[in-house]
DNA sequence: AACTACTTTATAATTATTCTAAAGTATGTG
DNA sequence: CACATACTTTAGAATAATTATAAAGTAGTT
C-alpha cells in the first residue's frame, strides 16, 4: 500500500490520471522521471540501469515498458526514435524539436524555430504537430 | 558473372560505387529500387518479401541487408525511423520532408517548407541537414 | 478482514537486425 | 581464358529491444 503522502501526490496522480494504479514501483518511475529540475531524455533500457542500480530489490523490465508506455499514452511522455531501432523518450511535453549529434539529442525550444511557409494539410486530415530535427556534423 | 549490358549499367555504377561487386542479386535489387519512376519507401522486411515473392530462387534476408546499408551509407538510399523499432528506407535523397500518418509516409518536396528562423549550431559543429515531421491526424 | 481485479515478476516469445562460417563467384593476373 | 584469391551468398545462430504469459502478490472496495 502506497504511502499517500503530500510529497508524492504529484506523481501519483499522473499514475492515476494514466490509468494506472500508484504502486510502489510505479510511483518510484514517476518519481525518478518527473521530480527534477530538466526535462531529459531516456530509453527504457537506460531508465532501468539507472533505477535498479541503486536499489537491492529490482523492478522487472515489464514494469518499466508497461509504466513508460502508459505515461506517454496519456501525454506525460513523448516518444521519438534515432537510426537505431530504439524508443526514446522525452519528459519535455512542451511542442519543440531536436538536434541530433550522431546519437545525443538537444532540445530545441519551440520559439528558435519558426516557418515562413508549411504545407496544408491532404484532405480530410489535419495537423497534429510539426517537429523539426536539424542533424548536426562535426566543425572542421 | 553479370551480363554488362546498357540496360543495367545505371544499376551497376550505383553497386560499384558503393564499393559492392554487381552480384546477379545486388544487380536485381537495384534494379528493383532504382528502376522506377517514382521514389518509394520501404523497411528491408517489406522490399525482401515483394522481391522474393516473384523469385523461385530467394535472396537470403543477409544479402538484402548488406546492400541496403551500402546503398545508404553511399549516399543512394536515406534511412528514417517511425515510433515502431523499423528503418525506414526512401529512395528519394533528394532534401525533403514527411507527413507520417498513423505509420504512412508521405513525401513533401523540399520547397513546400521554407523557415523564418533557424537556431545556430552549437559550437564546433555545423548543420548537416534539417528535417520536418508533420504528423496527421483525422479531421473529424 | 475478505474479495476481486489489477500488478509484478521471471521467463518465454517475437521481431528486427547482425553475425558466422561454409560453399560459391567476380575479377585481376598471367 | 584458366587460376587464385578476396569478396559474396546463404542458412542458421546470435543479439537486442520489446511484448506476451501465467503464477504469485497487492490495491482498493466492501
Known sequence: MQKMNNKNKIFIDKLRSSGLRPTNQRVEISKFLFNRKKTF?????????????????????AT?????????????????SLENNT?????????????????????????????????????GKKIKNVEVVIRLENNN
Chains 1, 2 share one sequence.
Open 87 to 123: 524508443s526514446y523518450y522525452d519528459t519535455n511535453i512542451s511542442s519543440h524539436h531536436h538536434f541530433f549529434d550522431n546519437g545525443k539529442v538537444i532540445d530545441i525550444n519551440s520559439d528558435k524555430i519558426t516557418f515562413r511557409k508549411l504545407p496544408e494539410a491532404p484532405k
Open 41 to 61: 531524455h531516456f530509453t527504457v533500457e537506460e531508465l532501468k540501469n539507472s533505477m535498479n542500480l541503486k536499489r537491492s530489490k529490482k523492478i522487472s523490465t
Open 64 to 80: 518499466f515498458y508497461n509504466t513508460v508506455h502508459a505515461l506517454k499514452s496519456a501525454g506525460y511522455l513523448k516518444e521519438f
